[in-house]
């Protein structure tokens, strides 16, 4: 009887362990505003606030973010307008396209015969943390 109890006394004592092991991974969890900034890795020259100054001719972008794994998008402003979002991984403006694949996000910017200076603002998300980049596009 003694050696029963004694193995029962291990089985529930090596549980609580393992309990207290996965309890401790878990409350290491990012809390709200405990998030580490996104970090980019990039060939583009951008400037303070991830600014980034585009040709009339247009261009493709590339950015890929080092820390986090799975991003999205949270906003799309082109011109001061809000564009609403139906897609959180392929965004379509008026003359703006964007894609996310995991933690790369790709930018389009059209040839700008507007007249005028153009401005995009495209957000990302990889959770409850957020970033965005500016592009100004320069006219004729």
């Not at 529930?12 to 290491?28: D, E, K, Y």
């Not at 969890?29 to 405990?34: I, L, T, V, Y």
């Not at 991830?50 to 972008?61: E, M, W």
């Not at 080092?66 to 392929?90: A, K, M, P, T, V």
């Amino acid at each position: 009887i003694m050696d029963k109890t004694m193995k029962i006394r291990e089985f529930f004592r090596m549980l609580f362990i393992a309990f207290l092991a996965v309890a401790g991974l878990t409350a290491c969890s990012n809390e709200d505003g405990d998030w580490e900034s996104m970090k980019w890795k990039t060939d583009v020259k951008m400037e303070k606030g991830h600014s980034i100054s585009v040709p009339v001719k247009g261009g493709s972008y590339l950015f890929t973010c080092r820390n986090y794994g799975c991003i999205w998008f949270s906003d799309l402003q082109e011109n001061g307008d809000y564009i609403i979002l139906d897609d959180f991984y392929q965004i379509r403006g008026k003359w703006v396209t964007a894609d996310v694949d995991n933690n790369v996000l790709t930018v389009t910017i059209s040839p700008n015969d507007s007249g005028k200076q153009r401005t995009v603002l495209i957000g990302v998300s990889a959770g409850d943390i957020f970033d965005s980049f500016t592009f100004n596009q320069d006219f004729q």
